[in-house]
């Protein structure tokens, strides 16, 4: 190959990267956009203040109609949804822990309340008691519910599958609470 031929491929290459930097710098002149002082749209956001009664986890925004949502779970269904529970749960009466806690006689008790089991600080500090809110709550996504909890569950979207994981908690006991 000759240097002629060596100077037209580079010449055509110099060619190709002129005309890609002049096609970008004529775009911009032809499609110019003012761009705006502040980037990003303005979102009002009003804030509710959470009442005494309510937990810090959760607000006013938050509280969602649990008999509503009862009603939507039934206890066969329940136990379906509980089987990827159970890879770390036992839900049988005087089962022992596996990696989670025993949830039999979970819905009432105060959290973090086996003896047996070694809780992570957050749900051994939480000072409540597993209530069909709180469980609602948690099986949404542990970690947020309760922040520093050692359960790496994904949670449960969709709401009839929470609440029949619920009721068959509940079921599971000694003394099964009243549904709301």
């Not at 060596?6 to 055509?12: E, F, H, L, R, V």
């Not at 986890?57 to 939507?72: G, Y």
């Not at 520093?148 to 006991?173: C, H, P, W």
Request: charged share 25%; aromatic share 8%.
């Amino acid at each position: 190959m000759d240097s002629f031929e060596i100077n037209k491929i580079i010449a055509a290459v110099l060619l190709v990267a002129l005309l890609i930097i002049g096609i970008d710098k004529l775009s911009n002149v032809i499609f110019y956009v003012e761009k705006p002082e502040t980037p990003g749209y303005a979102v009002e956001v009003e804030k509710v203040a959470a009442t005494d009664n309510q937990s810090s986890s959760e607000t006013t925004e938050d509280k969602i109609d649990m008999v509503a949502l009862m009603a939507l779970g039934d206890i066969a269904t329940g136990e379906k949804v509980f089987k990827k529970c159970a890879a770390c749960h036992s839900i049988v009466k005087d089962g022992k822990n596996n990696i989670g806690p025993a949830l039999y006689n979970v819905v009432g008790r105060k959290v973090g309340a086996l003896n047996d089991y070694k809780y992570s600080k957050a749900l051994s500090d939480y000072g409540k008691e597993w209530t069909f809110e709180e469980l609602n709550g948690y099986l949404i996504k542990p970690a947020k519910w309760i922040k520093g909890t050692k359960m790496a569950f994904a949670g449960l979207r969709k709401e009839k599958d929470r609440a029949s994981v619920i009721k068959y908690l509940n079921q599971n006991s000694d003394n099964p609470l009243p549904l709301p």
